[in-house]
């Protein structure tokens, strides 16, 4: 039995993932943090604990997908979960044309077959439970065709087909699955290596604002599910 409510949250160590952990404790659950980078997975979990809930972290590469379902059963253990999001991915830009396979292969791996293992590794605990919310994190690429952000846009548009498809496959066990597709968030993930951007930062939702939706579609009475959302910066669409 678990004592009080648990949210499994991926990409945990920034950005959208950090403030949605955040926003989850001081609502009263225990966090479990995944992300590569434990220094910063650590420094997240003082702060979920200094909102007074329990905190606990992985290292661990989402993009070793074939390992992946049997190290989250593991670690997550017979207790289960009540909610699980699916944050974590990496933005890439490049031609099509030019992108190297393994590029191609790396993005698929962590936007989409790390969703699609780290669901598997949750569901038999929460159909034993006959309940649990799973949020995965789209983007408003998945609707739409940016020159350059061809992988990602496809990674994303797979990623809201898989969301419904688990949806219709699961809500017989009581499992409600949600897609949050947002804008351009002004995060990290537009200073890493695999992204050229260039843009006026200041016109972009915060972090704060994504993780906020992220909690209010978790918060919904279980009878209702939301099924999908998309958040856009007020300023307009980049
Ligand atoms: P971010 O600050 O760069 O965070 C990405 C997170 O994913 C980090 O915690 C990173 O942790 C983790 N991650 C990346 N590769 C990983 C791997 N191989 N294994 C484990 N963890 C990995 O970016 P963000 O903007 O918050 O992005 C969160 C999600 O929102 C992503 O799915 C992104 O596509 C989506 N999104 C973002 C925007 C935007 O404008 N920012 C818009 C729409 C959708 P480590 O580096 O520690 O592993």
């Known amino acids: 039995m678990t004592t009080s409510q648990r949210a499994l949250i991926t ?3 920034s950005g959208i993932g950090r403030a949605t952990a955040l926003a989850l404790a001081d609502v009263g659950y ?4 995944v992300a590569r980078d434990r220094t910063k997975l650590g420094s997240v979990a003082a702060e979920v604990e200094t909102r007074g809930r329990n905190a606990t972290l992985l290292s661990l590469d989402l993009s070793q997908v074939s390992t992946l379902q049997e190290t989250l059963k593991a670690w997550i253990g017979d ?3 009540d909610v699980l999001v699916n944050n974590a991915g990496i933005g890439y830009t490049g031609r099509l044309s030019d992108m190297p396979l393994a590029d191609w292969q790396q993005v698929m791996d962590i936007n989409l077959g790390s969703v699609f293992e780290c669901t598997r590794a949750v569901l038999p605990t929460m159909r034993k439970a006959g309940s649990g919310t799973i949020v995965n994190i789209a983007s ?7 020159p350059d ?3 990602y846009g496809v990674s994303k548009a797979a990623l809201v087909s898989l969301s419904k498809a688990f949806a219709a496959e699961e809500r017989q066990h009581g499992i409600r699955v949600s897609v949050v597709s947002p804008g351009a968030v002004n995060t990290p993930i537009w200073d890493t290596e695999t992204v050229d951007a260039d ?3 200041s016109k972009m939702m915060t ?3 994504v993780a906020q939706a992220i909690a209010n579609v978790i918060l919904m009475p279980q009878a209702a599910v939301v099924e999908e959302i998309t ?3 007020n300023a307009g669409t980049f």
């Open 11 to 13: 990409g945990a160590s």
């Open 79 to 81: 207790d289960g979960l």
């Open 231 to 233: 958040l856009l910066p």
């Open 199 to 201: 843009f006026d930062k």
């Open 207 to 209: 972090a704060e604002m």
């Open 30 to 33: 225990d966090i479990l943090l």
């Open 140 to 146: 408003v690429a998945a609707y739409n065709a940016f």
């Open 149 to 151: 952000w061809g992988a």
